[in-house]
């Protein structure tokens, strides 16, 4: 590296970015009472500037099927912003970039990869996908993230 100070500069350039874009947004979390991990993940969300409205579900099944999320996308919360799914542990940077994807229904990061956000344990991390759901019924992938 030639210059470290120019990179951590350049980082936190990107967060403070990040956190920006995210400061304005809202996002409704369903949720079972007893998640841990749900509640890490909407920590994460908060972490990065977004307003979080958290909502305790008695079904989630039921929830996730009138939400419109497939069961292969499946994960243990769902949330909703600007009437767009967000399935499981997907990170903050994706979100905000589905709000400016009007051709998705949702995003999702299906089961529950460790090292996603949310999933935090030790210095183990799953390599996995963010799938995007079109409005067409077919799917993307938006973001890769590598595992270790």
Known sequence: MKNPLRLVALSALLLTSMAQAAESLTIDVHRDANCGCCKSW??????NGF???????????????????APRLASCHT??????????????EQVVALTKRHDLKGIAVPG?????????????????????????????????????
């Open 42 to 47: 909407i920590s994460h969300l908060q972490a």
């Open 51 to 69: 307003k979080v409205n958290d909502h305790v579900e008695a079904d989630m099944s039921q929830f996730k099927q009138q939400a419109g999320v």
């Open 79 to 92: 949330a909703i912003i600007n009437g767009k799914f967000v399935e499981g542990h997907v990170p903050a």
């Open 112 to 148: 529950m990869p460790m090292g996603s956000p949310g999933m935090e344990m030790g210095d183990h991390k799953d390599a996995y996908q963010v799938i995007g759901l079109r409005n067409d019924g077919r799917e993307e992938v938006i973001a890769e993230y590598a595992g270790n």
